[in-house]
């Protein structure tokens, strides 16, 4: 079966070098040394932030790589996404994203791969590499005032609000978009916290599996708006330890 695993932040989260969420997700493929994918496009392929994938993503953990889309080096592109076990998609701008994905066939190629029943595919992120695997969500993609992005990739369905700890105007702009109906009920989350979902059988659907998160006290709601009122009902976490040492080596 293939997984999602969206997050709250996306750079905040890589720059913690040794957080078990990386090995986590990692230790989904079953894999000794999974080929992992970075994709950069929410922050134009960034060198600083490919840089720190790479520190974090290391040569110890995993085969590690990136997908550069604004100075493009392949032809068969399908051919080479296919071939990784991790699709590890950066935080920025979601909007700008999902365009050069649709424009380059990404979108296409991680569709086809999420509904293949034989893949066994990670797909994560965090802030925009977690939105677009939900139907929508809420976005600094327009300016600094947030915004509705009611369409993404639709993998899982329902809407995803990252950064539910950290940003004020994540909440209130939430909850108003799912009274309208803007959005459909889904899910807000810290942003050092997680949820993790897999394919159901034949991939036809999806279906949470838990919440996840390396400190205790995060934050994981689902959230709905009922009869005109907002329900946030808290996830139960799974709190997760830490497997790597500061120096880089795994711990016992």
């Not at 993503?57 to 392949?74: E, G, K, N, V």
Request: aromatic share 8%; proline share 6%.
């Amino acid at each position: 079966m293939a997984h999602v695993v969206a997050s709250g932040a996306g750079k905040a989260l890589m720059e913690r070098r040794n957080d078990p969420t990386h090995d986590y997700i990692l230790e989904l493929t079953g894999k000794e040394r999974p080929r992992v994918l970075f994709v950069g496009t929410a922050t134009g392929d960034e060198p600083a932030y490919i840089l720190s994938f790479y520190q974090t993503y290391d040569s110890d953990r995993c085969a590690p790589h990136h997908l550069p889309l604004f100075h493009r080096t392949l032809d068969d592109l399908a051919g080479f996404v296919r071939g990784f076990d991790v699709i590890h998609v950066g935080g920025g701008n979601t909007a700008n994203m999902l365009d050069v994905w649709k424009r380059q066939g990404l979108d296409v190629i991680l569709r086809e791969m999420w509904e293949d029943p034989a893949s066994n595919a990670v797909f994560t992120g965090g802030s925009a590499g977690g939105i677009c695997w939900f139907e929508g969500g809420t976005t600094d993609s327009y300016g600094p005032t947030l915004q509705v992005l009611p369409e993404s990739l639709g993998f899982l369905p329902g809407s995803f609000s990252p950064h539910y700890d950290a940003e004020d105007q994540r909440q209130p702009l939430y909850h108003a978009a799912l009274k309208s109906g803007e959005l459909g009920p889904g899910y807000a989350v810290g942003n050092l916290q997680s949820v993790h979902f897999t394919t159901t059988a034949g991939g036809a659907g999806a279906e949470f599996v838990r919440a996840i998160s390396p400190v205790d006290g995060g934050l994981a709601l689902t959230v709905a708006a009922v009869d005109g009122q907002i329900v946030e009902t808290p996830l139960p976490i799974t709190v997760l330890a830490t497997t790597r040492a500061a120096g880089g080596s795994v711990s016992a």
